[in-house]
T-cell receptor, first 111, second 116 residues
């Protein structure tokens, strides 16, 4: 099935640093979602975006719905150890509950 | 957020046996649930869409006779891996949306299946 391209594939940062990752698609989506997955667990919803150009925050997390509707960005400010995990973007369409997932970005914090 | 519960979290079975995985929406009704498979260090791949009261819709390449899905009620969907083989070993995850046609999917905790 189709997957969205997520970049970077992995990140190694120090605690306190800011993090940026993005997700691109060859097709348009009407909704963009960002999830975090810890090892051995299911993904947890972080932020949902519904409007092109929309910028939404959830604590230290900020996500943007690209104006072309073909991309989305996630920023994490002042990273902390519990931010470690895999972040997935997902694209969806109105009237259709099916999601298309990104390839994932693995975040590691270096001591 | 909405709560989706998956059981069991881990299961080990012998080759040739069948394994049933349950997915429950605890605080909402879900007419549609989704089943995903995830290999190590890879993304989630949709296997099938589970529809309450009707047949599941399978993605291309997924054997419907191998992965039986039953959506018996508005809060329960089950995935049965029949005649399991070692290559079926994987992490299986279900999801459900709180409202009809809402793309905010909430995921279960996942089930780690190991076939020996």
């Amino acid at each position: 099935g189709q997957q969205l391209n997520q970049s970077p594939q992995s990140m190694f940062i120090q605690e306190g640093e800011d993090v940026s990752m993005n997700c691109t698609s060859s097709s348009i989506f009407n909704t963009w979602l960002w999830y975090k997955q810890d090892p051995g667990e299911g993904p947890v919803l972080l932020i949902a975006l519904y409007k092109a150009g929309e910028l939404t925050s959830n604590g230290r997390l900020t996500a943007q719905f690209g104006t072309t509707r073909k991309d989305s960005f996630l920023n994490i400010s002042a990273s902390i150890p519990s931010d470690v995990g895999i972040y997935f973007c997902a694209g969806g369409d109105f009237g259709n509950e099916k999601l298309t997932f990104g390839t994932g970005t693995r975040l590691t914090i270096i001591p | 957020g909405a709560v989706v519960s998956q059981h069991p979290s881990r299961v080990i079975c012998k080759s040739g046996t069948s394994v049933k995985i349950e997915c429950r929406s605890l605080d909402f009704q879900a007419t549609t649930m989704f089943w995903y498979r995830q290999f190590p260090k890879q993304s989630l791949m949709l296997m099938a869409t589970s529809n309450e009261g009707s047949k599941a819709t399978y993605e291309q390449g997924v054997e419907k006779d191998k992965f039986l899905i039953n959506h018996a009620s508005l809060t329960l969907s089950t995935l049965t891996v029949t005649s399991a083989h070692p290559e079926d070993s994987s992490f299986y995850i279900c999801s459900a949306s709180r409202q009809l046609m809402n793309t905010e999917a909430f995921f279960g905790q996942g089930t780690r299946l190991t076939v020996v």
